[in-house]
């Protein structure tokens, strides 16, 4: 799916790993601010 493998996703897992998911929302709306030059 999306092109991603299974060790991709394991990767992804462990990266997130003690991060909640409100946390994980709230740092991916930074990095979008940020992305995009605001």
Known sequence: ???FSPAD???ELERREG???IEEKALRKVR???GSGE
């Open 1 to 3: 799916h999306y092109g």
């Open 9 to 11: 996703v394991l990767a």
């Open 19 to 21: 991060c909640s998911g």
């Open 32 to 34: 979008a601010r940020e």
